[in-house]
């Protein structure tokens, strides 16, 4: 069965940086829609970045130019790398995943479209 496993979340000062991982077994393809999505207590899950087999990445304005996101397919492990942390980056960090279909539209896809998730990683920014 799909597994999306988590890694790299921890507890960090404002400004500082964390890469978090997410390595997907079970059933992958070369063709795909991968995204990191977050949620804090209160708040209704959000987008964080998205990356497709097509090579389109999007990403949520609060994150532009401090995240990347990126995947290594031959560990067929998705990353999201976080620069200049803020406090309101502080989160539960989700990895999804959707196979044999890219990523569509101009945003990052809602979270209802991907049927695959990991259990998350929590990052807090202090």
């Known amino acids: 069965h799909v597994q999306l496993v988590e890694s790299g979340g921890g507890s960090v000062q404002a400004g500082g940086s964390l890469t978090l991982s997410c390595a997907a077994s079970g059933y992958t393809s070369r063709t795909y829609c991968m995204a990191w999505f977050r949620q804090s207590p209160g708040k209704e899950r959000e987008g964080v970045a998205s990356?497709?087999?097509?090579?389109?990445?999007m990403y949520a304005n609060s994150v532009k130019d401090r995240f990347t996101i990126s995947i290594d397919n031959a560990k067929n492990t998705l990353y999201l790398k976080m620069n200049s942390l803020k406090f309101e980056d502080t989160a539960m960090y989700y990895c999804?995943?959707?196979?044999?279909?890219?990523?569509?539209?101009?945003?990052?896809?809602?979270?209802?479209?991907?049927?695959?998730w990991g259990q998350g990683t929590q990052v807090t920014v202090s």
């Open positions: 990356f497709d087999s097509d090579g389109s990445i």
């Open positions: 999804a995943a959707e196979w044999d279909l890219e990523c569509y539209g101009v945003d990052i896809p809602d979270a209802t479209d991907f049927p695959y």
